[in-house]
C-alpha cells in the first residue's frame, strides 16, 4: 500500500483565497482524521471521520474551516477564506478497524497565507 | 479527560549515549500509548505502541518504553544514540477515537 496520500505538498497562497487540502486514505481504513501542527499548539485534532461520516469536529477553529469525505478513498479541508494565521502544516492520519488502534500519517500538506 | 505531559521540548545527548525521553499521561480509562518519530519535513511514524499485555514494549531503531501504570508513565529509551535518531518525538494517549499528542521533544544526538 502506498501509505496516506496527501495533496499538495506545498501550498502558498494570499489572504482571502480559497485553499483546498487532500488526502487520500490507506485502503481499507474506516477512521481519517485531519490534524493541524503549529509551533504554538503542537498538533491539533480538527475533525475525525469514521466510514465517511463525521464524527467530531470540535476541532475545527472556526466556519472558514469545513471537511468533506464524499468516499472511503477520499477527503478535503478546505479553508474559505485563508488568513496568515491558517498558515501550518496539515496531517491526514487514517486508522484501520478493530485490532488496529494506531494511526498512520500522511506526509502533510505546508500551508502558507501571505 | 486525557492529555500528554513530554517533560523537556530539547534533549542532547552525545553519539553513544542513552536516550531517555519523558512522556507522563492523564487518562481517565485504561489508555492505548504510543511513540512517535518525526524528521524534517516528514509525516509522524509510529515507534512503538502499548495496549494491553507486556508492559515493556520493544519498537523499531532499537528504542522501548515501560508502561508504568502507577506512575502515569511511558518514557521512551534508546541505550546508544545514533545520528540518524535526530528527530522529533512525540508520546501520544489514545482510546475509543480520539488520540492527544505532546507537543513534542526534539532529540539532538552531537558527534
Known amino acids: 500500500d502506498a501509505g496516506v496520500i496527501q495533496s499538495p505538498r506545498h501550498e502558498v497562497t494570499e489572504m482571502g483565497q480559497e485553499v483546498t487540502l487532500r488526502c487520500k486514505p490507506i485502503s481499507g481504513h474506516d477512521y481519517l482524521f485531519w490534524y493541524r501542527q503549529t509551533m504554538m499548539r503542537g498538533l491539533e485534532l480538527l475533525i475525525y471521520f469514521n466510514n465517511n461520516v463525521p464524527i467530531d469536529d470540535s476541532g475545527m477553529p472556526e466556519d472558514r474551516f469545513s471537511a468533506k469525505m464524499p468516499n472511503a478513498s477520499f477527503s478535503t479541508l478546505k479553508i474559505q477564506p485563508s488568513e496568515p494565521r491558517d498558515s501550518a502544516v496539515y496531517f491526514c492520519a487514517s486508522r484501520g478497524g478493530s485490532g488496529a488502534n494506531v494511526l498512520t500519517f500522511g506526509a502533510g500538506s505546508r500551508l502558507t497565507v501571505l | 479527560a486525557q492529555s500528554v505531559t513530554q517533560l523537556g521540548s530539547h534533549v542532547s545527548v552525545s553519539e553513544g549515549a542513552l536516550v531517555l525521553l519523558r512522556c507522563n499521561y492523564s487518562?481517565?480509562?485504561?489508555?492505548?500509548l504510543f511513540w512517535y518519530v518525526q524528521y524534517p519535513n516528514q509525516g509522524l511514524q509510529l515507534l512503538l505502541k502499548?495496549?494491553?499485555?507486556?508492559?515493556l514494549v520493544k519498537g523499531i531503531n532499537g528504542f522501548e518504553a515501560e508502561f508504568k501504570k502507577s506512575e502515569t508513565s511511558f518514557h521512551l529509551t534508546k541505550p546508544s544514540a545514533h545520528m540518524s535518531d535526530a528527530a522529533e518525538y512525540f508520546c501520544?494517549?489514545?482510546?475509543?477515537?480520539?488520540?492527544?499528542f505532546g507537543s513534542g521533544t526534539k532529540l539532538n544526538v552531537k558527534p
Open positions: 502499548y495496549t494491553t499485555g507486556a508492559t
Open positions: 487518562s481517565s480509562v485504561p489508555p492505548y
Open positions: 501520544a494517549v489514545g482510546s475509543f477515537n480520539k488520540f492527544y
